[in-house]
């Protein structure tokens, strides 16, 4: 086992050798990101619409990292709202605009701004990151949007390039078959893509109902949480390695990584200062108490972040991490907030505990969920079968593994719930879909 190597990176970044120290310390960390802040703060206030309003009356010198909690939050709402009062650059400086449409059917989609320093810093996390998984010589199958400069399969590609690695940037997976075909043929090493799409390769069928031999060693999971039902159908189907990567796009595509003990992942400390927060309160909770992750940008120069409240939900671990280093450690993302919904018996189910059952099902590879609200509420789930699956998965065996999920088995048993299920085949849905999912809840009115 190695040192991740983010932390010999960010001692780069922190000129360790400038600080008279051979070594990274988390005082040399925190001295560092407080002086980053202090900067982050002055940027913003000055050169932000956005940012001159909501921090105007703040105490913007910071002293120490704690005083950071005294600021106010920034939302998706904000950034929705106008996009451009976060700029603190020119829109002539702006090298990259990334649109995120909204999940509702009106939101208005949120605009996030890139310089091409920014992007650049991206690129350099990258490299870093993937250097876990592949040495040079290593072939790497990127299933990911690439086709547009600055995308995230075009950064990455050009952060293995550096790395001396080989890359196909292939896009988003759309026939199973054909990308499982192209793995074969380019003899891939590693994949990097999304994880219902990853896991509808692992349980594609062949003709005689076999599943398709890969030669690949390690897998990294983006852009979504990861269920762990979906790492260890890749295990078992690949004998291979399954890597989680945390981040989104308001990030800057990335925020932390997994080492080689798969156990949370390292941060982004140089770039990044993260905190977890009680959702309600917005109190920061300490370390090892679940909460929601909320992130400031450090060295952001187009569109700084400050306190931006993600809508995931994690903790920092406390324990130190097997490989050595002393980069802060958050535990896998366990969903999204928005993915919880309230039963009429008082109790809360959440899409992630949906995920672990019906994606651990056998042949399933995607699902959706619908709470109907009426005299009594139903629960609508429409599960995908994998291509090429052989083995009718009935409706009943999806009803039957649900009862293990006790707030739902016991709002059946009170009569306040129905479930129902129906099962179609994966050629029947438009495309393996990408978005983080959500129980859409559906008015009595049946509209939304």
Same mark, same amino acid.
């Given at each position: 086992?190695?040192?991740?190597?983010?932390?010999?990176?960010?001692?780069?970044?922190?000129?360790?050798?400038?600080?008279?120290?051979?070594?990274?310390?988390?005082?040399?960390?925190?001295? /560092?990101?407080?002086?980053?802040?202090?900067?982050?703060?002055?940027?913003?206030?000055?050169?932000?619409?956005?940012?001159?309003?909501?921090?105007?009356?703040?105490?913007?010198?910071?002293?120490?990292?704690?005083?950071?909690?005294?600021?106010?939050?920034?939302?998706?709402?904000?950034?929705?709202?106008?996009?451009?009062?976060?700029?603190?650059?020119?829109?002539?400086?702006?090298?990259?605009?990334?649109?995120?449409?909204?999940?509702?059917?009106?939101?208005?989609?949120?605009?996030? /701004?890139?310089?091409?320093?920014?992007? @650049?810093?991206?690129? @350099?996390?990258?490299?870093?990151?993937?250097?876990?998984?592949?040495? &040079? %010589?290593?072939?790497?199958?990127?299933?990911?949007?690439?086709?547009?400069?600055?995308?995230? %399969?075009?950064?990455?590609?050009?952060?293995?390039?550096?790395?001396?690695?080989?890359?196909?940037?292939?896009?988003?997976?759309?026939?199973?078959? @054909?990308?499982?075909?192209?793995?074969?043929?380019?003899?891939?090493?590693?994949?990097?893509?999304?994880?219902?799409? $990853?896991?509808?390769?692992?349980?594609?069928?062949?003709?005689?109902?076999?599943?398709?031999?890969?030669?690949?060693?390690?897998?990294?999971?983006?852009?979504?949480?990861?269920?762990?039902?979906?790492?260890?159908?890749?295990?078992?189907?690949?004998?291979?390695?399954?890597?989680?990567?945390?981040?989104?796009?308001?990030?800057?595509?990335?925020?932390?990584?997994?080492?080689?003990?798969?156990?949370?992942?390292?941060?982004?400390?140089?770039?990044?200062?993260?905190?977890?927060?009680?959702?309600?309160?917005?109190?920061?909770? &300490?370390? %090892?108490?679940?909460?929601?992750?909320?992130? =400031? =940008?450090?060295?952001?120069?187009?569109?700084?972040?400050?306190?931006?409240?993600?809508?995931?939900?994690?903790?920092?671990?406390?324990?130190?991490?097997?490989?050595?280093?002393?980069?802060?450690?958050?535990?896998?993302?366990?969903?999204?907030?928005?993915?919880?919904?309230?039963?009429?018996?008082?109790?809360?189910?959440?899409?992630?505990?949906?995920?672990?059952?019906?994606?651990?099902?056998?042949? $399933?590879?995607?699902?959706?969920?619908?709470?109907?609200?009426?005299?009594?509420?139903?629960?609508?789930? =429409?599960?995908?079968?994998?291509?090429?699956?052989?083995?009718?998965?009935?409706?009943?065996?999806?009803?039957?593994?649900?009862?293990?999920?006790?707030?739902?088995?016991?709002?059946?048993?009170?009569?306040?719930?129905?479930?129902?299920?129906?099962?179609?085949?994966?050629?029947?849905?438009?495309?393996?879909?990408?978005?983080?999912?959500?129980?859409?809840?559906?008015?009595?009115?049946?509209?939304?």
């Amino acid at each position: 086992m190695k040192l991740t190597p983010l932390g010999p990176w960010i001692a780069r970044k922190l000129d360790i050798e400038k600080q008279n120290s051979r070594r990274l310390t988390r005082e040399l960390i925190e001295a /560092y990101q407080l002086d980053k802040l202090n900067q982050t703060l002055e940027l913003a206030s000055t050169r932000s619409i956005f940012y001159k309003h909501l921090l105007a009356g703040c105490n913007l010198k910071l002293k120490n990292l704690k005083q950071l909690e005294c600021l106010p939050f920034t939302t998706a709402e904000d950034i929705r709202i106008n996009p451009l009062q976060l700029l603190t650059v020119s829109q002539g400086e702006i090298d990259r605009i990334v649109t995120l449409q909204s999940s509702g059917t009106t939101g208005q989609p949120k605009r996030i /701004y890139f310089t091409a320093a920014d992007q @650049e810093l991206t690129i @350099e996390f990258f490299q870093q990151g993937m250097a876990t998984l592949v040495e &040079p %010589g290593a072939r790497v199958l990127i299933l990911l949007p690439g086709k547009n400069p600055g995308s995230v %399969g075009d950064l990455l590609k050009q952060a293995l390039t550096r790395h001396g690695v080989e890359s196909i940037v292939y896009g988003p997976v759309f026939d199973p078959a @054909e990308t499982l075909a192209v793995i074969q043929k380019e003899k891939i090493d590693c994949l990097v893509g999304i994880p219902v799409q $990853v896991l509808s390769l692992a349980k594609y069928r062949d003709a005689n109902g076999l599943p398709v031999s890969v030669g690949v060693k390690n897998v990294l999971l983006s852009t979504d949480y990861v269920p762990e039902a979906i790492v260890q159908a890749l295990q078992e189907a690949w004998d291979c390695r399954v890597f989680n990567h945390y981040g989104s796009t308001e990030m800057g595509l990335g925020g932390g990584v997994e080492c080689e003990f798969l156990h949370g992942y390292h941060l982004r400390e140089a770039d990044l200062y993260f905190e977890v927060v009680d959702p309600v309160s917005g109190e920061v909770l &300490p370390d %090892g108490e679940y909460g929601e992750v909320v992130f =400031t =940008t450090l060295t952001r120069q187009g569109m700084p972040l400050i306190r931006y409240k993600t809508g995931d939900f994690s903790r920092f671990l406390k324990e130190p991490c097997p490989c050595g280093t002393v980069l802060k450690r958050m535990d896998k993302v366990r969903g999204r907030l928005k993915g919880t919904v309230q039963l009429r018996n008082g109790q809360c189910i959440n899409i992630s505990e949906l995920d672990e059952i019906i994606l651990g099902l056998k042949g $399933v590879v995607d699902f959706s969920a619908e709470l109907h609200e009426g005299k009594e509420q139903l629960l609508k789930i =429409t599960a995908f079968e994998a291509e090429g699956n052989q083995i009718s998965i009935e409706p009943e065996a999806v009803v039957h593994a649900l009862a293990a999920l006790e707030p739902l088995n016991k709002a059946v048993k009170q009569k306040n719930l129905k479930v129902q299920v129906q099962v179609k085949n994966e050629e029947q849905k438009r495309r393996i879909t990408s978005s983080k999912r959500v129980i859409v809840i559906i008015p009595e009115s049946g509209e939304l």
